[in-house]
């Protein structure tokens, strides 16, 4: 599976963006996917999950603030980030998995290189 993600950027906060996961050469759809972010000198965190079935979860510590969503015709995964914070300035990463998966990284076997936000 080939991940690429977008959207990242320079907001002030308060701000939105939106990063897209594009999948190839597979239907993203059948995929269980995460988001995760990794910030300078710390590790890498999970914060959002979609499963095959629609049903999304989240990491309490973005809980109302991020959405995770799927286009299908677009073979996409979007995460949806409102209110942003400094503290959410980091790496923003997408990775597909099995059929079930968790936060944990080690969990999910294809990973995009990863899109940058930056919140001021």
């Known amino acids: 599976v080939q991940l690429v993600e977008s959207g990242g950027g320079s907001v002030q906060a308060g701000g939105s963006l939106r990063l897209t996961c594009v999948a190839s050469?597979?239907?993203?759809?059948?995929?269980?996917v995460g988001w995760f972010r990794q910030a300078p000198g710390k590790e890498r965190e999970g914060v959002a999950i979609?499963?095959?079935?629609?049903?999304?979860f989240y990491a309490d510590s973005v809980k109302g603030r991020f959405t995770i969503s799927r286009h299908k015709a677009k073979n996409a995964v979007y995460l949806e980030i409102k209110s942003l914070k400094p503290e959410d300035t980091a790496m923003y990463y997408c990775?597909?998995?099995?059929?079930?998966?968790?936060?944990?990284?080690?969990?999910?076997?294809?990973w995009g290189r990863g899109t940058q936000v930056t919140v001021s």
């Open positions: 990775a597909a998995g099995g059929s079930w998966v968790t936060l944990d990284s080690k969990e999910y076997k294809s």
């Open positions: 979609v499963y095959t079935s629609g049903s999304t």
């Open positions: 050469g597979v239907t993203f759809s059948d995929y269980c």
